[in-house]
């Protein structure tokens, strides 16, 4: 007698129900074609008593599992703000080491910030109020300590050639409304992807891009730094690199007595980092922190020098200086309001809007996550493109342009002992000074003196060929990759050398995926045995075989083997021998050991324990065409004959579904003969019933067998008929309506194939809830009501040991997981008491002795539903499913 709902929600919940039921009825849907039947054995329907059966996931749970809550939404708020997590528990020492690496870092980013506004075709004062605005800001969002965000030369570069080519359209437009405006709209389509938690797009930019992009523009950067270092004007700096380069070569006669400070001071440049890195540390490692901060300071020191040099130079002749100097920059904020922002303004960069933000993504988000790593901590990709654009948003408003992370000074904050995102404002601290007090200073500074700063901070940018020559060997398609972004950014210009780098490798992502190949896997019965630290002098462990009655289940012969020459109960080994095949290791001579077998009950003298419990013949699935590197001295066998594992290498989806198929029947067919109905149909008609697609054997053609790819075997009845396929799923974590379409389809053909026969379809590792419903949604499972020939079908499951009871018999007895007489667990269902109580005969882990085999009783229930039992939890269940119903 069922009970009728007495709640609220439980008569809400009946009432939807019968509405759906009426719908679906009323527009012919069979809602329980989708549910899977429960498990028979014959005619006989399993008792599930004591088991488990696996609910389908339903889009009402996945809502409800995404539903916004009251808890989430005040997380996500707070987690705008992390330096709420750790600014109450801010110390001294970590203010301290704040400090350190705070000046340092704004020793640094004072002159590198003027010099970078050059390349922007802007006044030196609008870098430092994009360096006081980046680190002041920026700290309140922080996910990583140790980056700074400010100017930088790539981006700088950037913002220069767009205000070139507004200015060339429409002169009365100024400079810094350009970088206003561009900092304001790029900010904020930062912020809203960080907002919306999309940081994981930058994942899609892989290393071999973001290296191209900072290899072509610091070779762009440094070039066209070149005539300003030699004074030599008479062209412009903005073209390709490759036209910089020939027309500076052809200019070199203009060269003026600027020369002499630029080159001079990029030589001293390289000479003090090499005194105190190479040199210093190797003669004086105990002075090693003093060297690091004189390093580190070696930008500020040369600006010093030579800007005391040129002091003395053009004291007495500021309107006529005998070299190109900095000249006034007005004190304080002079450029501080709303930012000038209009369809008009916004038209001169909008071409340039998407390189402007990949550029603030990934060259932010790559620094950050490369010292996160170092440091032992982990970004929020999200979160970092909220703090940029954030600052890129406010940044206009203080006269500010793009800025983002630099990679030198958070190399140099990163060294300095950095302890917490606060020590930003410690820098901010030191350029806020710089912009009231240190502007008269800036006067002398020589031009050609910051260019030298400028091709000595972006030469850190190229990558070195060492490391090319290691993704060389990782990938040379990527290296490919990288070299055409070079190339084209150093003939074209970044912004196309950007697009072609993500574009490349985003075809070649799509290429993979589309053209994935899935493999075939035999099986291969393997030990595991300790090295030793001088192999030489030990001889080589000896493995033989042992023969051992097998009950019940065959062995597994190679698909190109006679399968009559192995009959049920064959006294050979194979992948489901209960034996016990272990190694002990017994001494010979002194300080060498050898290893011998043993069977697990007769004595051996002088037994130790091994050395790793993992000691018993395990099987493995491996490639059965050696392309994965196994060694091919190796016998892959076939796991039985008419059955095959196929392997998927990449996601099942619509893109490969295809690939994969047309790959998976034209070795079916190539390792398989007919059913017996369409040999008989050939047979009848002959080559008038073939496809017309298909010319048949020919005489003394030669067939590829599945035992060796490169192996031959005449086309005739050793093949066997395909009785069964096993799909590794480990790697498939979706699938889509196409995909399981295909799979549909070939269900199909192959049952016509074998026909009178229905090929067996098992899934093995399927580790996704919805990938389990979309294939059980398409008849997937289950066994057809004709499968195996009409005879009694009988499902195994997998089963484990649960409770406490489990872990307390491992100390009881002292067994081994991989010793049990039971591998892995697994037992067929006996059709009467379902799942329950067992008896396993077990042994103690080390014992030798005879008699010591003993009985215990667990309890188990199934891994995986019994609902569908064509769905294992690893291949050898799934193997073991199929052969026991082949053999009985």
């Known amino acids: 007698m069922s009970s009728s709902p007495t709640t609220p929600a439980e008569r809400r919940k009946s009432k939807t129900s019968k509405l759906g039921y009426g719908i679906a009825k009323a527009l012919q849907i069979d809602l329980q074609a989708s549910r899977s039947p429960h498990p028979k054995d014959g005619n006989r329907t399993l008792d599930i008593r004591d088991t488990y059966v696996e609910e389908d996931p339903t889009v009402e749970e996945w809502m409800r599992e995404h539903k916004p809550t009251a808890k989430g939404t005040w997380n996500f708020v707070l987690g705008l703000f992390p330096f709420i997590n750790w600014m109450g528990r801010y110390n001294r020492i970590w203010f301290v080491g704040d400090v350190i690496a705070g000046v340092t870092v704004g020793t640094v980013v004072v002159p590198q910030s003027m010099a970078y506004a050059g390349l922007a075709l802007l006044p030196p004062e609008f870098g430092l109020y994009s360096s006081f605005v980046g680190v002041l800001f920026y700290w309140f969002f922080a996910t990583s300590k140790d980056i700074t965000i400010g100017p930088v030369a790539v981006m700088s570069t950037l913002v220069g050639n767009i205000v070139v080519k507004a200015q060339a359209e429409n002169p009365n437009i100024k400079a810094e409304d350009i970088g206003g405006a561009l900092a304001l709209v790029s900010g904020c389509i930062v912020f809203g992807i960080g907002l919306l938690r999309l940081g994981f797009i930058v994942d899609y930019i892989p290393l071999p891009a973001i290296a191209a992009f900072m290899t072509g523009s610091a070779l762009n950067i440094a070039v066209g730094q070149i005539p300003g270092m030699m004074g030599i004007k008479g062209f412009s700096t903005r073209e390709s690199t490759y036209k910089v380069l020939i027309n500076t070569l052809k200019h070199l006669g203009r060269t003026k007595l600027d020369a002499a400070m630029g080159l001079s001071a990029l030589v001293l440049l390289y000479f003090v980092r090499w005194a105190c890195t190479s040199w210093g540390l190797r003669r004086y490692p105990k002075w090693s922190k003093s060297l690091f901060f004189a390093s580190t300071l070696r930008t500020a020191f040369v600006m010093l020098f030579y800007t005391m040099i040129s002091w003395s130079v053009n004291m007495n002749r500021r309107d006529d200086p005998a070299f190109k100097i900095l000249g006034k920059i007005p004190r304080g904020f002079k450029h501080m309001g709303v930012p000038k922002v209009s369809p008009e303004i916004i038209g001169t960069f909008a071409s340039e809007l998407p390189a402007t933000v990949i550029v603030l993504l990934i060259e932010h988000i790559a620094i950050s996550k490369s010292f996160g790593r170092l440091n032992n901590y982990t970004i929020n990709p999200s979160q970092e493109l909220i703090a940029i654009g954030f600052t ?348 399981v379409q295909n799979l549909i389809d070939v269900r199909n053909q192959l049952d016509r194939y074998a026909d009178p026969e229905k090929v067996e379809w098992h899934f093995a590792a399927v580790r996704s809830r919805w990938t389990k419903r979309a294939l059980a949604s398409a008849g997937f499972g289950v066994a057809r009501e004709d499968d195996n020939g009409g005879r009694r079908w009988q499902p195994v499951f997998s089963v484990a040991e649960i409770g406490d009871a489990a872990v307390e018999n491992e100390k009881k007895w002292g067994l081994s997981g991989v010793e049990r007489d039971e591998e892995r667990g697994e037992r067929e269902s006996d059709g009467k008491g379902g799942f329950g109580v067992v008896e396993v005969e077990a042994r103690r882990s080390g014992s030798s002795d005879e008699g010591a085999g003993l009985v215990r009783r667990v309890k188990v229930v199934p891994v995986s539903s019994v609902q569908r039992p064509f769905f294992h939890p690893d291949i050898e269940g799934a193997l073991r499913s199929a052969i026991y119903n082949m053999e009985h």
């Open 392 to 739: 890129n948003i406010f940044g206009p408003f203080f006269g500010a342009y793009p800025a983002t992370g630099s990679f030198s000074r958070t190399a140099i904050k990163s060294k300095a002992g950095v302890r917490t995102p606060f020590a930003g404002v410690i820098t901010a601290a030191i350029v806020f000074l710089a912009i009231y007090a240190l502007t008269a200073v800036f006067f002398y500074i020589p031009q050609a003196a910051l260019s030298a700063v400028i091709i000595h901070a972006v030469g850190d940018l190229i990558t070195p060929p060492s490391t090319v020559y290691k993704f060389w060997m990782i990938n040379p398609v990527e290296v490919i990759i990288f070299l055409a972004g070079v190339i084209v950014t150093v003939f074209k210009d970044i912004e196309t050398g950007i697009y072609v780098t993500v574009a490349a490798t985003g075809a070649m992502l799509l290429f993979r995926i589309s053209k994935a190949k899935g493999q075939f896997l035999g099986t291969v019965k393997i030990h595991s045995i300790v090295g030793r630290p001088s192999q030489s002098e030990l001889p080589s462990p000896q493995l033989r075989p042992l023969t051992m009655p097998v009950p019940n289940i065959p062995y597994l012969p190679s698909i190109s083997g006679n399968t009559d020459s192995f009959p049920s109960g064959a006294a050979t080994p194979d992948i489901v021998n209960k034996a016990a095949l272990t190694f002990v290791e017994q001494e010979t001579v002194p300080g060498q050991v050898s290893l011998k077998e043993s069977s697990g009950t007769a004595p051996v003298s002088k037994p130790s324990p091994p050395s790793c419990n993992d000691n018993l013949p395990r099987n493995v699935f491996l490639p059965i065409d050696y392309r994965d590197g196994t060694n091919p001295t190796i016998s892959i066998v076939s796991p039985y004959p008419g059955v095959f594992i196929y392997r998927f290498s990449e996601g099942l989806v619509y893109s490969n579904a295809a690939h994969y198929t047309d790959h998976l029947v034209s070795r079916l067919q190539e390792w398989t003969q007919p059913g017996e109905i369409m040999q008989q149909l050939n047979k009848a008609q002959g080559a008038g019933n073939r496809p017309w697609n298909d010319p048949g054997p020919r005489k003394g053609k030669q067939r590829a067998s599945l035992d060796s790819v490169e192996g031959q075997g005449e086309h005739d009845d050793s093949r066997p008929t395909l009785k069964a396929i096993i799909f590794d799923f480990s790697g498939v974590n979706n699938v889509d309506i196409t995909s």
